[in-house]
């Protein structure tokens, strides 16, 4: 039974969130930019990328592993409908609200940046929410089967027991990442275009289950972990090296999924040794830091639009991008959390109430459900279709 609150799990998920809202600013200083619809600086600051094309092979899966292991520690004090209802509720409301409002923004500040006048409405877009679906989806598949990994597993155990433990259970991911460069599931793109393929549906199916499987394990993992975290780190940072004299990103392949691997577990083992500690400030950022995120994206195309015209060094441009965008959202986020009605579409949760209206409560069930439903439905249509493509001779 898993009966400690791991708030390592907690800070990690907080700094992950807050990398993907820098890793978006830079993005902002690359000549691609434009590409993927963000309001771009004139001026590239390409040296940046050094530093976020480290995180890029990890950053996406590690969340998907911290959510696994989030679900697993949920379900220790919840019955599966209740973890569905909350699922559905912190998820999957957020994500529907978003992609109808605030991606929609986001897309519509670039166009208008661009001069571009369009004939038709803007349609709803995940943009950055993308991986929320995922994270739902995954977690609807696994609540009816977590009973199954409740105790952990034996198998599982005698492998994390052995001295290289966790390094053995690599083994899966480099196959995958061999798959993966070999029938393009990425679109031939590589490793890290995880938005919109199947490469990026399957790995974090895969990460997510990772997560599951592993805490199912309880002191086990951890001491694996503990034994193996700075072989993880040397690793993968010197796979980073080699993959950044060798120039191999955009391949994917084994290699890059190796390097992912390690430095995954090397980040979880530092959380571990570093991070599992409670304080005020992790409780009021692991509350904020979801709301955050949601914000943050169209607020960096609006200042965007007011920074980069101006004449300032690129690096002042990217410093106050990060500053004011930050300084927005959690601005908002404050705004939110004080009027009930708006929390739960920022995935905030309400006080329980003493009392309910058993005729709302039973139709905000119903319209959950049937959110969920329709999620599912999408998930299956899309990843089905892009199935269906890969599988078709040329």
């Known amino acids: 039974m898993l009966t400690e609150r791991r708030h390592d799990i907690d800070a990690l998920r907080v700094i992950v969130l807050f990398l993907l809202i820098g890793y978006h600013a830079a993005v902002a200083f690359q000549p691609w930019g434009w590409d ?10 390409e040296s940046l990328w050094i530093f976020f094309s480290l995180i890029n092979t990890w950053r996406i899966p590690i969340l998907f592993v911290i959510s696994g292991m989030a679900l697993r520690y949920a379900y220790e004090k919840r019955d599966k409908w209740t973890l ?13 609200f978003g992609i109808n409002t605030v991606t929609i923004l986001h897309i519509g500040l670039f166009f208008s940046y661009i001069g571009v006048e369009l004939d038709e409405s803007i349609e709803s877009d995940p943009a950055h929410l993308w991986f929320l679906a995922n994270i739902a989806f995954y977690a609807f598949c696994s609540i009816p089967f977590l009973h199954i990994v409740k105790n952990g597993s034996a198998q599982f155990s005698k492998v994390l027991n052995l001295r290289f433990g966790t390094l053995f259970l690599s083994l899966p991911w480099v196959v995958y990442g061999f ?3 070999s029938l393009k599931l990425a ?5 890290t275009m995880y938005a919109g393929s199947l490469h990026g549906f399957i790995l974090g199916l895969m990460c997510f289950h990772y997560g599951i499987v592993l805490v199912s394990q309880g002191e086990v993992f951890w001491e694996s972990l503990k034994r193996n975290m700075p072989i993880h780190l040397a690793l993968g940072i010197g796979l980073y090296i080699y993959r950044l004299l060798g120039e191999f990103e955009l391949q994917g ?3 890059v999924a190796f390097e992912s691997y ?10 571990q040794k570093y991070l599992n500690k409670q304080s005020s400030t992790l409780d009021y950022l692991k509350e904020a830091v979801f709301p955050v995120y949601i914000f943050h994206l169209p607020l960096q195309q609006f200042f965007a639009t007011l920074i980069f015209p101006t004449n300032l060094p690129a690096y002042l441009k990217f410093f106050f991008l990060i500053v004011l965008t930050l300084f927005g959202s959690f601005t908002l986020f404050h705004v939110v959390k004080r009027i009930k009605i708006l929390r739960p579409l920022y995935g905030l949760r309400n006080p329980p109430a003493e009392a309910k209206n058993m005729f709302i409560a039973k139709s905000a069930k119903i319209f959950y459900y049937c959110l969920a439903a329709l999620l599912v439905i999408e998930i299956l249509f899309l990843y089905g279709i892009f199935t269906l493509i890969y599988m078709s001779p040329g």
């Open 179 to 181: 798959l993966q460069e």
């Open 84 to 96: 569905f209802n909350e699922r559905t509720k912190i998820i999957l409301l957020p994500y529907y």
């Open 262 to 271: 390690n430095f995954i577990f090397g980040v979880l083992g530092l959380g």
């Open 36 to 45: 993927i619809a963000f309001i771009s600086n004139d001026k590239s600051l």
């Open 187 to 191: 679109w031939g793109l590589g490793w």
């Open 253 to 255: 392949g084994p290699l």
